[in-house]
């Protein structure tokens, strides 16, 4: 199984960051206008900033060693997750179509992400990030020829009744 580029935890750490500092800024205003308050506002918000900060850490830390994919024959199969296992198996005859993804901060570390869209009712897409933009490239290719493959021949009527 294939396990996502180690940059992608900065990426993860920047989220948890920006987070935890709108969180601890929030916290500074409330205490702030709240009357007979114990602690101060910058310390209250202070605290808030550094606790969800660590929990955020904590979390990429985890994200990263629970994070693992493979491109199999017939399928795309993902394991994520931190409190919550999530195993996926996309069957490629499933596959709309599939996107390759680089956002700014990406961009700068080499990184992107690849996205794939999905025939069914609920949430319909997943994502793979954090790989190194030549690979992501690579599973966005590979990924469209399967899908591609796995179509049925023309005048199969597949599952149709």
Same mark, same amino acid.
């Given at each position: ?15 948890s960051?920006v ?8 916290v500074?205003?409330? $205490?702030?206008? /709240? +009357?007979?308050?114990?602690v ?5 918000? @202070?605290?808030v900033? #550094? *606790?969800?900060l660590?929990v955020?850490a904590?979390?990429v830390f ?12 017939d399928?795309?199969y ?12 996309v069957?490629?005859?499933? $596959?709309?179509? /599939? +996107? ?9 570390? @080499?990184?992107?992400? #690849? *996205?794939?869209f ?20 690579d599973v966005?290719?590979?990924l469209?020829?399967l899908?591609i493959?796995?179509e049925?021949?023309?005048?199969d009527?597949?599952d149709?009744?």
């Open positions: 199984m294939e396990r996502l580029d180690s940059r992608v935890r900065f990426i993860w750490l920047l989220r960051l987070g935890s500092l709108v969180a601890g800024v929030v500074t205003f409330a $205490v702030g206008a /709240v +009357d007979r308050v114990a101060t506002p910058v310390v209250a918000g @202070g605290a900033f #550094v *606790v969800l660590a955020g904590l979390h985890l994200r990263y060693r629970a994070w693992r994919f493979e491109v199999r024959d399928t795309l993902i394991e994520r997750g931190v409190l919550v296992n999530v195993r996926t198996v069957p490629y005859v499933r $596959v709309q179509h /599939v +996107d390759a993804r680089r956002g700014p901060i990406e961009r700068l570390l @080499g990184l992107g992400s #690849v *996205v794939v999905t025939a069914g009712s609920r949430g319909a897409d997943v994502s793979i990030p954090g790989l190194v933009a030549q690979r992501a490239d966005q290719e590979t469209r020829r899908a493959e796995s049925p021949e023309s005048g009527a597949g149709a009744v």
